[in-house]
Structures are given as structure tokens and as C-alpha cells.
């Protein structure tokens, strides 16, 4: 059984994750399911993290639009870090009849992240997954790395 509360949580963009119980120790990213809905009363909605010395990453999968959308065009645009210039770029634009769905492969975000429904109503569903790195973990094996050779009897 689901927890209304969790849905909605999911449903506004909220990771349900709790990233302050990752060790320091701990060597393996954190790949979280995330997902986001904008409508004609939540044009707009921004991914943010907390200064938590990880490094965070956003990689969208999908955007989508809700079994309700009206037949009209539904333009998604981003505002990032990746933006030269700050101004929103365009990711998306859906019609039910034509494109009701896009799929990305290798779109990755670096929080903050503003998602905007630029004309529509939607609903528009937007999909990915929240990934978390130790930065201290990484620096680690870099260092080990370049402290000597490597017996390639151990690889």
C-alpha cells in the first residue's frame, strides 16, 4: 500500500531518500528514482540540495504528458548550470496526438535545476534518477592510484 503523502512527495519531486545516513566510508554511488509534475497551477518547479559535500547529479529518462493533457502543444525548458547565458532552453515539446513522450539518453543536470512549463497545461510528468557521489571517496583512490605502480597480477 502506498502513503498518500509519499506519492505526492514523489509526484512534486521530492527524493524520499535520506542522504545524510551515507557513510563516508561507503564507496558505491546512490542512484534514486526521482520525478517531478508540472500543471497549469505548478508551472514551475526547481531541484535543489543541500550543501552536503556530495556531489549531486540529475539525469533526466523521460518526460511525458498526463492522460488529461489537452490537445495544444506543452513546451518543458530547463534553467542549469549547463546554460551559458542563464535563460531557460527548451527540452521538450509535446502534443498528446503527436508526441505525447520523449525519452533522453545522457541528459545530465548539475543542481539547481529549474523546470518551467513554458505553454500548456499539462499535466507533464518528468522522470530520472538522482544520483549521489562521496567526492572524498573518489579523491582516495586517486591518490592511491598515483602513489605507485599497479601489480597487474591483481587486476
Keep these: 500500500m502506498v502513503n498518500n503523502s509519499d506519492s505526492a512527495a514523489f509526484l512534486h519531486g521530492m527524493d524520499l531518500f535520506n542522504f545524510s545516513t ?38 533526466i529518462k523521460t518526460i ?28 521538450a515539446s509535446l502534443r498528446p496526438s503527436v508526441l505525447p513522450m520523449v525519452s533522453f539518453y545522457g541528459l545530465e543536470l548539475m543542481p539547481p535545476v529549474t523546470f518551467n512549463l513554458r505553454s500548456g497545461e499539462g499535466p507533464v510528468y518528468i522522470s530520472g534518477q538522482h544520483l549521489v557521489l562521496d567526492l572524498d571517496v573518489g579523491e582516495e583512490a586517486e591518490e592511491e592510484e598515483s602513489l605507485g605502480p599497479v601489480n597487474s597480477s591483481l587486476c
Design 22 to 59: 551515507i557513510s563516508s566510508t561507503q564507496e558505491d554511488p546512490v542512484c534514486v528514482l526521482w520525478g517531478c509534475e508540472l500543471t497549469g497551477g505548478t508551472k514551475k518547479f526547481v531541484f535543489e540540495v543541500h550543501n552536503d559535500l556530495l556531489e549531486h547529479q540529475l539525469f
Design 64 to 91: 511525458c504528458l498526463g492522460a488529461e493533457a489537452k490537445d495544444e502543444l506543452h513546451v518543458v525548458e530547463v534553467e542549469a548550470k549547463i546554460t551559458q547565458n542563464d535563460r531557460p532552453v527548451p527540452i
